[in-house]
């Protein structure tokens, strides 16, 4: 073998790091993230949404079919491969509308009428990583598919407005926006090159290139020096007909009855390619450059150009961390719990069997119980199991040392209260926990 073949030496001590952009969920944040999971899962219920879960992989193909060729995500963000073994090119969802879409027809899911779905998991994208934009991020999202009335916008939008409120975050502000339909977007766009054009001078590499594709994204550039001339622009607004005027009111109208304040925002055209009619963003001024939180729309094409039978259909995702962000901004993220109700200390052998068998015993009748184990296999002084049960947060120690054991008993202290320590026959631990844990919660 040349050294040129050899299998580079990775040395054992070598730390491995994670992929940059892709975080850990630490100990210390999980309970911060199960709160949201289950205020998202009240909300759900609360409105009727059933839960889709799709693979983390697709067909690449349905990303891009489903999100269009010409979007940020389709032409530069995305984790496309070929799997070695089958040579399917396959990708790491973006997103979840696309792969919902892609279930719903699959599985006939509209066959009996319309449904409220909702998806939540980790999401790929490759972007330069920095507060609130990661390349694994997490999104909760519903879609709402088969409904074509002004209504259902109306509901996902207060559904959103609910969820803020019950998570306590400040200033989230909605801003909307209608894209009107394909016909209006034509005549729209025929203005926007033409406008463009006459501008060529003053856009940027990126413009440049989407005047020939997609010149609606020029709207959406974050360019400060492209702004004076995005102001200018002509309004897709202007060029909507009647239909789509009368849908894009009737959402204010029902949103107004809900005293949900919004804003029109004439430029926000959002990312992805599959949208018309509403289009909406929940944005803040407390994240930085990451301020949106959330965002969606209809999008009634999507359905029949992912090879389903047409039906409309409206949704939106958020950004969990973004989210988490700003709650912790908002002051609004839940207090750290206990870790436990009970903490059980002892000095190793048969005390240690028998603070075993009792800590099982508290757990079966549903109280969490630490039992310590000491870090060298054998015990540790009072003193320092002591100081772990304080930091655990329990309500309670249970104390079984030698001494105790000799008198069939074990010693049950209070940790918060008023720190009484009182002998209890180790049969009766149990029912004496239980009297505990009741007195100090009232
Ligand atoms: P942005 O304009 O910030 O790039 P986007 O329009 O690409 O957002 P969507 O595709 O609409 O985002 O995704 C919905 C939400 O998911 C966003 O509003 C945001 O909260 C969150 N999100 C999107 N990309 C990321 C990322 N890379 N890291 C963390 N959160 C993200
Ligand atoms: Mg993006």
Known sequence: MTDQNKPEKVQKTQKI?????????????????????????????????????????????????????????????????EDRL????????????????????????????????WYTGPMFRHERPQRGRYRQFHQFGIEALGFAGP????????????LWDELGLKGVRLEINSLGQANERAEHRAALIKYFEKHQSQLDEDSRRRLLTNPLRILDSKNPEMQTLIDGAPQLL??????????????????????????????????????????????????GAQGTIAGGGRYDPLIERMGGKAAPACGWAMGMERVLELMKVSGSLPEAQAQCDIFVLHQGGETLTAAMIIAERLRSAGIDTILFCPPDGQSASFKSQMKKADASGAAFAVIIGPDELAKNEAQLKDLRGTGEQKSVPLDEVLGAAIDALVGASE
């Open 17 to 81: 790091n994670g992929v940059r952009g892709m975080n850990d969920l630490l100990p210390a944040d999980a309970a911060h993230w199960a709160h949201l999971d289950h205020v998202l899962r009240d909300l759900t219920r609360a409105y009727g949404y059933e839960f889709l879960r799709t693979p983390i992989v697709e067909a690449t193909a349905v990303f891009q079919r489903g999100i269009g060729e010409v979007t940020d995500i389709v032409e530069k963000e995305m984790y496309s491969f």
């Open 86 to 117: 089958n040579g399917e090119q396959l990708t790491l969802r973006p997103e979840g509308t696309a792969a919902v879409v892609r279930s719903v027809i699959e599985n006939n899911l509209l066959y009996e009428g319309p449904k409220r779905l």
């Open 151 to 162: 209504d259902i916008d109306a509901e996902i939008i207060l559904m959103g407005q609910r």
């Open 238 to 287: 202007d060029f909507l007909g009647e239909e789509s005027l009368k849908h894009f009111n009737a959402v204010q109208a029902l949103l107004k009855a809900n005293n949900i304040p919004c804003k029109i925002n004439p430029r926000l055209v959002r990312g992805l390619d599959y949208y018309n009619l509403t289009v909406f963003e929940w944005v803040t001024e407390e994240l």
